[in-house]
């Protein structure tokens, strides 16, 4: 499984808007994929940010 679809994947379990770190928390991610993978989201447009620094997948 690829790193984005893992990072989604524990975006859609925690099923609330969440950080970086609890990413890396829920996966075991290294922190530098883990914001890697977000920089490629967000510009894919796969991901929101509702709440300032906290991000959800587009759809749940």
Avoid at 44 to 51: D, F, K, Q, R, T
């Amino acid at each position: 499984m690829k790193e984005k679809e893992i990072v989604l994947e524990a975006m859609k379990k925690a099923n609330e808007p969440i950080n970086a770190g609890k990413v890396v928390e829920l996966t075991g991610l290294d922190r530098k994929v883990v914001d890697k993978v977000f920089q490629e989201l967000k510009k894919e447009n796969l991901i929101v940010s509702p709440v300032r620094c906290k991000w959800e997948p587009v759809n749940k």
